[in-house]
């Protein structure tokens, strides 16, 4: 069966997504912009709001069926953007609809409408309860259901509509079990010396978000033409049981502290919803809500120590090339537009929630110390391993010197480079990946710098920096994630010692994974890469 997903990066559409394909399902997902996610599905990156785009899309794929799942799903950002959440949520549906109509009338589609089109009720709401949303993501998708409704009398579509409750899990973000899980991580790690909550008695229909996918495609399957269906759970419970139960998980006592900032007014006190019409197709819960708890602060510890991965700044080079311009500066203080240029990449990588940084300096050392201090200037936390800069390591030789100060995950980059990559995705892909190292990869056909990288897939297969034009299209991109281990085995080898050497011998032995990159690289390296450099800063006001 050809499926299509809408919104197939969002908690719903990726859990399905994984479910599907493991299913060997022939998998289209549609997204904003290019994912590393997914490799066997069949991407198309673009908007639901774009009506050629989605058009173009379902005469590509020929759906058999379409989960459209897209959606600006937050009722507190609704208020703040409710322009937006009517354009993406109302729009994108109607787009979606008329090119099944006109393209694909025997399609079914699954659309995703939400519990908050419901009003008030202290007892389970069922299908046929009255429906008064109280904020714009609500009345949005209210407009989704009618929509949805209205093709299927007015053009005899397919369309079945799904109403969740509250889907909880894994990888969600944005919602209380995140929240209260995050922060009970920030008391354990001394970040917080409190945990900060809302209305702990506030009742929700919690349903875990992998039984929630089980619901999708229940309805998808058995699911009655024109009719729509709650997915819940049938059973209340107080935020309350949640945090109880995400304290049984901690390592530390935690106190938590009622904050104004997270009492809503508006925030309903009870909602729970009826799935005796989901549950006659044959579907029921299967997964509690303690698993459901414990999963997903399983999660959140894994995620935390994603984001705060080592980053090893290599900056002990001579910087000759810079000379012209930084005197006998060391490259990280040479300024661009009158800051180090140091300044930019600290404060880049607590940008990304990476303050764990250690710098291997040589030349200018003192002078790196002098300005950088112990990084809190920056929002990091730095170390220093320093070499001797009359005795030649290598970039390879400054990781063996810093071996004790090595954690068994480190990223590793350049004291000349800017890169703007999304360091989380980076380290998930690492941690999928299986390997001993991931390196960044961009496809840069000889523009920028000489390419030196071919990949397939999600591996690097060929690198080298000898390697002839026609054997390369990609490069090194400057930013790569090793495990210790894979340094420790070149602790005998003889210095100088280059990184390439390694990354070669990683490729030979199928070891490195590849991260394809889609924004270009800035390094300030040579006198040309500094004023590109000075350019992008200058435009993007940094």
């Known amino acids: 069966m050809r499926i299509l997903i809408t919104g197939a990066t969002g908690l719903i559409g990726s859990f399905l997504a994984e479910e599907l394909i493991k299913k060997g399902e022939q998998v289209h997902l549609i997204t ?72 694909s009338p025997k399609s079914r589609v699954l659309l995703a409408c939400s519990s908050a089109e419901y009003t008030r009720s202290n007892n389970p709401i069922s299908e046929n309860d009255k429906l008064q949303p109280t904020d714009p993501y609500g009345l949005s998708k209210l407009a989704v259901d009618h929509l949805g409704e209205m093709y299927h009398k007015q053009y005899g579509l397919d369309v079945v509509r799904c109403r ?5 899990g894994p990888r969600k973000e944005g919602d209380v079990s995140s929240h209260l899980a995050k922060g009970i991580l920030a008391v354990e790690n001394k970040e917080a010396r409190y945990l900060s909550v809302g209305n702990l008695e506030n009742t929700r229909d919690f349903l875990d978000i992998r039984d929630g996918i089980q619901a999708l495609q229940v309805i998808a399957k058995k699911g009655r033409s024109g009719e729509v269906y709650n997915i819940c759970s049938g059973k209340g419970h107080k935020i309350q049981e949640l945090l109880d139960l995400l304290k049984k998980e901690s390592t530390v006592k935690i106190q938590e502290k009622v904050s104004s900032n997270l009492i809503r007014d508006k925030d309903d006190p009870v909602r729970v919803g009826d799935p005796k019409k989901l549950m006659s197709l044959g579907w029921k819960p299967k997964i509690a809500l303690e698993q459901t708890m414990h999963d997903i602060m399983m999660y959140w510890r894994e995620r935390v120590k994603e984001e705060n991965v080592q980053v090893v700044i290599l900056t002990g080079g001579l910087g000759t090339r810079i000379r012209s311009i930084g005197g006998d500066l060391p490259k990280a203080l040479v300024p661009v537009l009158k800051k180090p240029f140091i300044d930019y990449q600290l404060k880049l990588l607590a940008k990304n929630r990476l303050t764990n940084i250690l710098l291997c300096v040589g030349y200018g050392a003192d002078k790196i110390k002098a300005h950088v201090g112990d990084g809190s200037k920056f929002g990091v936390r730095v170390t220093y391993v320093k070499e001797d800069p009359t005795k030649l390591l290598g970039t390879g030789g400054a990781l063996v010197n810093a071996l004790l100060y090595l954690e068994e995950i480190f990223f590793i980059t350049y004291g000349d480079a800017y890169l703007t990559v999304d360091y989380q995705e980076v380290a998930k892909a690492f941690l999928n990946a299986k390997t001993d190292a991931l390196m960044c990869v961009f496809k840069n056909d000889g523009k920028w710098d000489t390419s030196n990288t071919r990949i397939k897939g999600n591996k690097v297969i060929f690198y080298s920096k000898k390697a002839k034009p026609e054997e390369v299209d990609h490069i090194d991109y400057g930013l790569s994630i090793y495990k210790k281990s894979a340094i420790e085995k070149y602790k005998e080898s003889s210095m100088p010692l280059d990184l390439a050497k390694i990354q070669e011998e990683l490729v030979q032995e199928g070891n490195m994974a590849a991260f394809v990159v889609k924004e270009r690289f800035y390094e300030m390296g040579k006198p040309e890469g500094l004023k590109e450099m000075e350019e992008y800063f200058k435009e993007n006001n940094l």
């Open 164 to 168: 969740p409750f509250f889907l909880i």
């Open 32 to 103: 904003r912009k290019e994912e590393n996610m997914f490799p066997s599905a069949k991407k198309h990156v673009g908007d639901v709001t774009d009506k050629k785009f989605i058009e173009d899309t379902i005469k590509k794929v020929r759906p058999d069926l379409i989960f459209h799942l897209a959606a600006q799903s937050f009722p507190v950002k609704s208020w703040q953007e409710p322009e937006k959440t009517i354009e993406v949520n109302v729009q994108g549906t109607i787009i979606i609809l008329e090119a099944m109509r006109t393209l």
